[in-house]
């Protein structure tokens, strides 16, 4: 019948008019971007024997480099940055509609007001507990995300996802996809770095700077300030010169060798990685040297101060400012570590809230405080992004027979300042007693789409081909917090 169609002169010029209207229609949509084609993948161009070279964004970036401040542990919104004047009225009874909840770590009791006192802080007047009386008063500078969700009440499938986006092992950390986007404009110094918790690693470790399929070059580097990388000092009896020389010979020899080779990317990538290595070995040592910083900005930070704990993540937060104005592209920096056991070395505050947060607390606080400040007062808080996180949040009640909150990815609060969000803004909320998100839901997948949107790029386009799937760092979710956008 459709042959017999064609015979027929009208059909065949109503046909052939309906078809060059098509392609003109396609013209134009291709003309202007808007065709499925260019709404496909972007892989990064990444030249072997340059992986780590400097990469431009999808589009122009509000944020030159991000700086992610992890608390492990979870952190109670309750406690810190959540105020719920109806806790407080409701202080003993029983949550309404709870019955006898069960959560994490099993039954709950009744409704328990926030530990420490509220006070309004800055001209923003936000509500901000006692227990972080310096980041209280930089409220000015924060931008507050109160309805962010979690999809794992369990610490580690939580830290992944919070890292790296998925809830299972063997996913790129959201470091890793920067580093293999962006690159880096620092030459002597690594793309990514992981700054551990003085007192050791978060619970599922370096899956959170981990690269998983993306190219081992993009993973990122863990050191502190007390333990820099190893293995940078020069061989006993060896000159500065006759070291420099021996790297330039050995750069003429892989050279040579390379050009006998055209083309062999692997080659490429090691000599590329060994030539990293080498510059490290002058740069970063240098970099984890405080001694260099003026007194009182080591005062400011606390880096002597007698409690060792803080002392030494004061140093860790002064060797982010100190990577950051290198312009390393991704520092991550870590507060707690269950080395230790629940609750003694993180935030896990199950049993005895208010003695292990009197702990934690001091120990966050000032070092914190002081590198915002810092990044404030150098000018690098204009084109950096801080992003404060922890894995989820904390129940409203008491867990029964304790004194402490258990685990609650319901809802649950998240910070960021610098470059490219809104100053002394509040975004979404949980209800009335800090239990669940109830306006402007917000996912782990919105925080990463937001980060890469600063960083000028796509996240629905970035991506890496990786077992027959192309592979994004918020998967097939996620939507830009544009509200929260300066």
């Excluded at 959201?174 to 990514?192: H, I, K, M, Q």
């Excluded at 510059?279 to 040592?285: I, V």
Aim: proline letters at 6%; a neutral charge.
């Amino acid at each position: 019948m459709y042959l017999l169609d064609l015979l027929d002169r009208r059909s065949f010029l109503a046909d052939a008019a309906t078809g060059l209207g098509g392609i003109a229609l396609t013209a134009l949509l291709a003309e202007r971007g808007l065709l499925a084609a260019d709404a496909g993948p972007i892989r990064p161009a990444v030249k072997p024997e340059a992986p780590l070279a400097p990469r431009a964004p999808h589009f122009p970036a509000k944020a030159k480099r991000v700086l992610v401040i992890f608390c492990s542990g979870a952190v109670s919104h309750l406690d810190t940055f959540d105020y719920k004047p109806d806790l407080m009225k409701r202080d003993g009874q029983p949550l309404p509609g709870g019955g006898k909840l069960v959560t994490f770590q099993g039954e709950n009791g009744n409704l328990v007001k926030p530990i420490w006192p509220f006070k309004p802080r800055g001209k923003s007047g936000k509500m901000v507990s006692d227990l972080l009386p310096n980041l209280a008063e930089l409220a000015d500078e924060m931008c507050f995300v109160h309805s962010m969700t979690a999809k794992s009440n369990t610490h580690g499938p939580a830290e992944n996802q919070m890292s790296t986006g998925f809830t299972l092992d063997g996913f790129p950390s959201a470091g890793a996809w920067v580093s293999y986007a962006l690159g880096t404009d620092c030459r002597d110094l690594p793309a990514f770095v992981a700054i551990p918790d003085p007192r050791g690693v978060p619970q599922v470790g370096p899956n959170n700077w981990g690269s998983a399929f993306l190219p081992a070059v993009f993973q990122g580097t863990a050191f502190t300030a007390d333990k820099p990388i190893p293995h940078l000092t020069r061989p006993a009896g060896m000159t500065v010169r006759a070291d420099a020389d021996t790297r330039d010979f050995l750069g003429l020899l892989n050279d040579e060798h390379l050009k006998k080779h055209p083309g062999d990317a692997d080659l490429a990538a090691r000599i590329a990685g060994h030539e990293l290595a080498g510059r490290m070995q002058l740069r970063a040592a240098e970099v984890a040297d405080l001694s260099k910083e003026p007194a009182k900005v080591r005062a400011e930070y606390g880096t002597e101060d007698s409690n060792k704990v803080k002392a030494g993540f004061a140093r860790n937060c002064l060797l982010a400012r100190r990577l950051l104005e290198r312009d390393v592209r991704f520092v991550q920096l870590f507060n707690g570590s269950y080395a230790m056991g629940e609750g003694v070395g993180n935030w896990d505050g199950h049993k005895t809230i208010k003695a292990q947060y009197d702990v934690h607390g001091p120990i966050l606080d000032q070092p914190c405080a002081a590198l915002l400040r810092d990044l404030k007062r150098t000018g690098l808080l204009a084109d950096t992004l801080v992003v404060w996180v922890t894995e989820f949040g904390r129940m409203p009640t008491f867990q029964k027979g304790a004194s402490g909150r258990d685990h609650n990815p319901a809802g649950f609060t998240v910070w960021l300042a610098g470059a490219g969000v809104k100053a002394g803004f509040s975004y979404g909320a949980t209800d009335e007693f800090g239990h669940k998100a109830v306006d402007k839901v917000t996912s782990i997948y919105d925080l990463h789409a937001t980060i890469l949107h600063l960083l000028g790029l796509n996240h629905e386009r970035l991506s890496y081909y990786h077992n027959g799937i192309e592979r994004r760092l918020t998967d097939v979710h996620g939507h830009v917090l544009t509200e929260i956008l300066s």
